[in-house]
């Protein structure tokens, strides 16, 4: 029994770490920008394809792929912004955040419908090997899903570090803290906003290709998991960034550890019963102001 | 859940405008006989899609280039229903109210047969269905729906025939939540009890990016088969996990879920030796040949088969009774008279059909799927299975019975 519950932790934690990344992407463009950018869905789809094609067609390794699949997916996810969402939000509306948050939805229909019309709606498979478990003390780890987790914690870290030390993390936490004081003090919102797009994008098309290595590449890679990706968001806060990882990691845990006591068919209500008990309890998230771009 | 919404409109669209320029023999100033074909395009249960709308243009082009169906044209009209019962339920409603459709073909996955079958029995149009789940026929459908496609209690029963036949004794069940799930693990198990084995399983969420957890609760069983009950995206995901946890018994799947579209998306050593249980279709037929060379493809899979012959059986049954309405009650009346009619001399194209319909001979059709004789409840009678395994990517037929 306890050994159950620590392999289903572990497992958790697999899954967890695939979602961490655009849960990472989806926060940070919601603290920058100010609403949810479900286009993000796409973004890993085409981070996927990316990663894919540079996989198949000139056989590069992980590493390569996942920096082609983070430039292609960011530089996409800037124009896609620009041309669909950035003029939705110069309209002075009081419901400004939920008018663009229902056009990224268009979006990224739009976008999974423009890779369906490209590539097929066929499933496609990186040229990986698959590594079978390793057993450590009855406990079964995957290689390549430890390593997943070890790039998603590199990853975060490195944002972190991002918006603590350098001038424009601080002034992208400045916009996100209060647009109009930013402005007064010189900083330009509109540049930040595509940079903040850019990173939440590329993460999200890392999260993309490292999901389909383990799943497989087809235009619906992303949209699978759009729902658990949101709900880890809103349980880490939305604005905290390691409130996001963390919050990914929650909802992978008590997924998994939930087959304890009910069926896997109705594992992810858990997702959305975790959404519920948070924001009952903590309406503003378990991990909000705790460290990130908003404090 | 958004991509729920998605819609393929560029291919439906283009299918629909293909479908209508079909060349017909002479020109008809009366209104199309429309036929509709709600098949996924698009989504999980996507493999065949492409093949079965071919197949459709086809059957209608071969209807048209004979003269029609009682001096009018035949219109498929080809929805798209997304893998998915709810946007099928708005495709259907308008290929029943909008297109006035006199019967619907394709409808594949069992969840959207299901959600459909209501609408086309009380909207009086025949329902001619490629899905599995029993529950369909014993639905009070007042006989407008035919089943084309073998019934999961029959493909259950040859899975753990087979599965015995392999010498397996504990066999566990891993699929996703379909109207047939409960049912394969409960005819299968039974099958194992009764051979002196034991059967379980387990029905899993289809959209999940790891398996893990269901694998090691598979595993705990310790099962020497286990029973692939899902479609592609998510067996693909399952096959490497049983792979990654060292699992080295036997898989085998279904055509929906083990077929060339998985063996592309994992790598060869992940489906090495998986089985896949395949409803055939009728190969030897003349019907079957003449099909597969007029779409200049090798060979074609029984679901596409069966699309064809639900466009042609339509099509036959209006023109067995030239002096009715041209609706659904009229194709319903007629089907089984122009394809199990003891009396009726065999054709194996529509051309051949209509042209003895015309003449006042009674016809018996038998088609590229097979024989289509159907018995009293819809279900079609006498199918056949290629078990084909997966060898280095390569999905190799090792029998048909």
Known sequence: MFLELVQLIVNGLVMGAVIALPALGLTLIFSVLGFINFSIAAQMTIGAFAGWLVNTQLHWPLVPVLVVAFVVAGLLGVASDRVALAPMRKRPSAHMALMVAIVSIALNLALENALRFGFGSGLNSFEMPIARDVVIGEIRIGPQQMHNLGIALVVSFVLAAFFTVTRVGKAMRAVADNPDLARLKGIDPAKLSNLATFIGMGLAGIGGALLAIDTSVDPSTGARLLLIIFSASVVGGLTSLSGAVLGALLVGVAAEVSLLAIPPVYQSAVAFLAILAVLLVRPSGLFAGAAGVRK | ?401
């Open chain 2, 1 to 401: 859940m958004f991509s729920n919404q998605r819609r393929n409109v560029l291919r439906a669209s283009a299918a629909a405008s293909l479908a209508s320029l079909s060349p017909f023999a002479f020109s008809q100033s009366k209104e199309p006989i429309r036929i509709g074909i709600l098949i996924p395009l698009t989504g999980a249960t996507s493999q065949f899609g492409a093949t079965m709308s071919l197949a459709a243009k086809l059957a209608a082009e071969e209807i048209n280039a004979a003269g029609g169906v009682n001096g009018r044209k035949v219109e498929v009209i080809i929805e798209d229903d997304q893998s998915n019962p709810e946007a099928a339920v708005r495709a259907a409603r308008k290929l029943i109210d909008v297109d006035k459709c006199v019967s619907i073909g394709g409808s594949y996955a069992s969840a959207v047969t299901s959600a459909i079958a209501p609408m086309c029995w009380e909207g009086k149009v025949v329902l001619e269905t490629s899905s599995g789940a029993d529950s369909i026929t014993k639905l009070p459908h007042q006989g407008y729906v035919f089943r084309t496609s073998p019934t999961v209690t029959l493909q259950g029963t040859r899975v753990g025939d087979f599965a015995v036949e392999l010498g397996s004794k504990r066999m566990f069940f891993m699929g996703p939540q379909t109207p047939f799930a409960q049912s394969y693990i409960d005819i299968i198990s039974g099958i194992m009890t009764k051979s002196g084995g034991a059967g379980a399983g387990l029905i899993y969420e289809d959209k999940k990016a790891s398996y893990r957890s269901e694998v090691d609760q598979a595993l705990r069983f310790k099962p020497d088969v286990i029973v692939l009950g899902g479609y592609v995206p998510d067996t693909a995901v399952v096959l490497k996990d049983l792979y990654r946890a060292g699992y080295e018994g036997r898989r085998i799947g279904y055509s929906f879920g083990v077929n060339q579209k998985l063996m592309e998306a994992v790598p060869a050593e992940v489906s090495e030796g998986a089985y896949s249980l395949v409803p055939s279709a009728a190969e030897t037929a003349t019907a079957y040949k003449r099909v597969v060379s007029k779409l200049k493809l090798a060979g074609l899979d029984s679901y596409s088969c069966q699309v064809y012959d639900h466009v042609v059986m339509a099509a036959l049954a209006l023109a067995a009774a030239p002096n009715a309405a041209p609706n659904g009650t009229t194709v319903r009346d007629n089907i089984r008279n122009v394809t199990q009619s003891a009396q009726g001399k065999v054709v194996d194209s529509p051309a051949d059909g209509l042209k003895l319909l015309a003449s006042g001979s009674s016809i018996n059709y038998d088609g590229a799927s097979g024989p289509l004789e159907f018995a009293e409840n819809g279900d079609v009678k006498g199918v056949f299975f290629r078990y084909e395994q997966a060898q280095k990517g390569k999905l190799v037929v090792t029998k048909v019975a």
